[in-house]
């Protein structure tokens, strides 16, 4: 053993995270990540979290993505065709295609794809966006032939293709039967990807395996589609939840990139050997306020602590400068995001205290709810209470388990304010969809506001859509349903040996760029 991995060995085996022993042995390249957690699984669309998302998007596809600039791109479909009253949708599928068992993709595993994920008997949470329940219903989806997919709409829907490119539903990725066993059980995922599931030993590491047989798309990549020309063979990710043994991981040399944090990120940028790459991401930081709360009935107290709360502030401190505030939940690099956009309350203390008056404000306890989990929620809560307390409000602060904030967020209750994150949504209407509704959870529930967001998923029209975002964008800072912070920046530490490396707004690793210097 090398005196780096003498010194590391403690600390590993304390977390048992297995970074030296499972090395594997015949790869001709391997580039070693960590997840900060486990993958939930390796079902697309039905065993899923963020870093689970991760690691299936390298071996599932489907019949489009998310272009660079959030723009609906065909990736197993060559092309589609909508019809011009907005009901039919038909893709016309790409020949060649190979799933990783070696036969060729056609539109009867396209629609036994479908119905696993969208069908009535589905297990996945995404089936609820196609039946109905959500607004959009399908009312039919079949293979006409081999090369062609059919699915047509019982009302015409403006977001149908951004929500089967969804990262949460897998995007609605097209499998071989194969992936599950004669009983329906789910077995392995034979998907399209560059990549092919192969060991995963939880708690300690998923490996993927390059697809040696990988059908690319010839146009250059382009956000998650594309060409995609994988070069590593093989990706390791071993599962360290600490930070702290993240970055000593790197340093040593027993990682090669992994995601870190700000202040780690300004440790490493000069430092020889390594490369950081900073990111602004889609991904929305906010203080989410609880449409139940007594106190936050009325509009003037909710603008008041818009007022008294700085995004700019907060964010150049938590983010050590890297970041800067972006309060819409439209996210900056959005084809949506304009002048409109950019627009928030102005840090005003004194127009604060004045709202505050106005409004009968008597020192009504304002609880806000963090948890201490990676992305800062602490911190910025923490800064938030003090801007708030400076104001006047008498803002106390519970830290508490992230089960525990997440079942607040269900149930709109135990809060007034919580140090929140959402997740990225590439579609300007689902920006807002994702707060915006009458169930309890939401905490926009203005009507006005919900019958605007109903019609910017509807509306096919460019123009419209951006009217009618402009105009959300507008009543979110007068009637403040959550204090917006910023789009998250995404930190990552890599070895010099690693190159190709780029992230982007989405956040979702794209493992066939990176190439591993000789």
Same mark, same amino acid.
């Given at each position: 053993?090398?005196?780096?991995?003498?010194?590391?060995?403690?600390?590993?085996?304390?977390?048992?995270?297995?970074?030296?022993?499972?090395?594997?042995?015949?790869? @001709?390249? /391997?580039?070693?990540?960590?997840?900060?957690? !486990?993958? %939930?699984?390796?079902?697309?669309?039905?065993? %899923?979290?963020? &870093?689970? !998302?991760?690691?299936?998007?390298?071996? $599932?596809?489907?019949?489009?993505?998310?272009?660079?600039?959030?723009?609906?791109?065909?990736?197993?479909?060559?092309?589609?065709?909508?019809?011009?009253?907005?009901?039919?949708?038909?893709?016309?599928?790409?020949?060649?295609?190979?799933?990783?068992?070696?036969?060729?993709?056609?539109?009867?595993? /396209?629609?036994?794809?479908?119905?696993?994920?969208?069908?009535?008997?589905? *297990?996945?949470?995404?089936?609820?966006?196609?039946?109905?329940?959500?607004?959009?219903?399908?009312?039919?989806?079949?293979?006409?032939?081999?090369?062609?997919?059919?699915?047509?709409?019982?009302?015409?829907?403006?977001?149908? +293709?951004?929500?089967?490119?969804?990262?949460?539903?897998?995007?609605?990725?097209?499998?071989?039967?194969?992936?599950?066993?004669?009983?329906?059980?789910?077995?392995?995922?034979?998907?399209?990807?560059?990549?092919?599931?192969?060991?995963?030993?939880?708690?300690?590491?998923?490996?993927?395996?390059?697809?040696?047989?990988?059908?690319?798309?010839?146009?250059?990549?382009?956000? +998650?589609?594309?060409?995609?020309?994988?070069?590593?063979?093989?990706?390791?990710?071993?599962?360290?939840?600490?930070?702290?043994?993240?970055?000593?991981?790197?340093?040593? =040399?027993?990682?090669?990139?992994?995601?870190? !944090?700000?202040?780690?990120?300004?440790?490493?940028?000069?430092?020889? =050997?390594?490369? /950081? !790459?900073?990111? #602004?991401?889609?991904?929305?930081?906010?203080?989410?306020?609880?449409?139940?709360?007594? /106190?936050?009935?009325?509009?003037?107290?909710?603008?008041?602590?818009?007022?008294?709360?700085?995004? #700019? #502030?907060?964010?150049?401190?938590?983010?050590?400068?890297?970041?800067?505030?972006?309060?819409?939940?439209?996210?900056?690099?959005?084809?949506?995001?304009?002048?409109?956009?950019?627009?928030?309350?102005?840090?005003?203390?004194?127009?604060?205290?004045?709202?505050?008056?106005?409004?009968?404000?008597? =020192?009504?306890?304002?609880?806000?709810?963090?948890?201490? %989990?990676?992305?800062?929620?602490?911190?910025?809560?923490?800064?938030?209470?003090?801007?708030?307390?400076?104001?006047?409000?008498?803002?106390?602060?519970? $830290?508490?388990?992230?089960?525990?904030?997440?079942?607040?967020?269900?149930?709109?209750?135990?809060?007034?304010? #919580?140090?929140?994150?959402?997740?990225?949504?590439?579609?300007?209407?689902?920006?807002?969809?994702?707060?915006?509704?009458?169930?309890?959870?939401?905490?926009?529930?203005?009507? @006005?506001?919900?019958?605007?967001? &109903?019609?910017?998923?509807?509306?096919?029209?460019?123009?419209?859509?951006?009217?009618?975002?402009?105009?959300?964008?507008?009543?979110?800072? *007068?009637?403040?349903?959550?204090?917006?912070?910023?789009?998250?920046?995404?930190?990552?530490?890599?070895?010099?040996?690693?190159?190709?490396?780029?992230?982007?707004?989405?956040?979702?690793?794209?493992?066939?760029?990176?190439?591993?210097?000789?």
């Amino acid at each position: 053993m090398n005196i780096r991995n003498k010194l590391l060995a403690p600390l590993l085996t304390a977390t048992a995270i297995g970074l030296v022993s499972v090395a594997p042995a015949m790869a @001709e390249s /391997v580039v070693r990540m960590a997840l900060n957690a !486990d993958i %939930r699984g390796t079902n697309p669309g039905v065993t %899923r979290d963020g &870093n689970t !998302d991760i690691v299936h998007s390298q071996f $599932v596809e489907g019949l489009v993505t998310y272009g660079e600039n959030f723009e609906i791109i065909p990736m197993l479909a060559e092309t589609y065709d909508i019809s011009d009253d907005g009901l039919t949708y038909t893709f016309h599928l790409r020949h060649g295609v190979k799933f990783h068992n070696g036969e060729e993709m056609t539109a009867k595993e /396209v629609e036994w794809s479908w119905n696993r994920l969208a069908g009535e008997e589905s *297990e996945s949470h995404c089936k609820n966006y196609f039946n109905g329940k959500n607004g959009m219903k399908v009312v039919s989806a079949k293979a006409l032939d081999d090369d062609t997919f059919e699915v047509k709409l019982e009302t015409p829907f403006a977001v149908f +293709l951004a929500t089967i490119a969804r990262f949460d539903c897998g995007s609605m990725g097209v499998l071989h039967p194969d992936s599950v066993n004669a009983d329906g059980s789910w077995n392995t995922p034979i998907g399209t990807g560059p990549y092919m599931m192969g060991d995963h030993l939880p708690g300690r590491y998923v490996e993927l395996k390059r697809f040696p047989d990988y059908a690319s798309r010839d146009e250059p990549m382009n956000g +998650l589609g594309g060409g995609k020309h994988a070069e590593v063979d093989t990706l390791h990710f071993d599962i360290v939840s600490e930070g702290a043994v993240t970055k000593t991981a790197l340093l040593a =040399g027993d990682l090669d990139l992994v995601p870190i !944090d700000a202040m780690t990120a300004t440790e490493l940028k000069d430092k020889p =050997g390594f490369k /950081v !790459d900073a990111t #602004q991401s889609a991904v929305w930081d906010t203080y989410l306020l609880s449409p139940l709360d007594p /106190v936050l009935k009325d509009v003037r107290i909710r603008q008041a602590m818009a007022h008294a709360i700085d995004p #700019q #502030q907060i964010m150049a401190a938590i983010t050590e400068g890297f970041g800067k505030a972006s309060p819409s939940p439209v996210p900056p690099m959005s084809k949506n995001f304009t002048a409109v956009e950019a627009e928030y309350p102005a840090y005003d203390v004194e127009l604060a205290k004045s709202l505050m008056k106005e409004a009968g404000y008597n =020192g009504e306890e304002i609880k806000i709810l963090a948890t201490r %989990r990676n992305g800062a929620y602490y911190e910025r809560a923490l800064m938030a209470q003090a801007m708030l307390m400076d104001a006047g409000f008498n803002a106390t602060l519970e $830290v508490v388990e992230w089960g525990t904030q997440l079942e607040a967020y269900r149930t709109g209750e135990g809060y007034a304010m #919580q140090s929140f994150t959402f997740s990225p949504r590439l579609q300007a209407g689902l920006s807002f969809e994702m707060f915006t509704g009458s169930e309890v959870r939401k905490a926009w529930q203005n009507p @006005e506001a919900i019958a605007l967001v &109903n019609e910017s998923l509807q509306t096919g029209d460019p123009e419209h859509l951006q009217q009618i975002i402009d105009e959300l964008s507008r009543r979110f800072n *007068e009637d403040v349903p959550a204090i917006g912070l910023g789009h998250r920046m995404l930190f990552t530490g890599m070895s010099d040996r690693v190159e190709g490396f780029q992230d982007w707004g989405a956040g979702v690793l794209r493992g066939w760029m990176l190439r591993v210097a000789d």
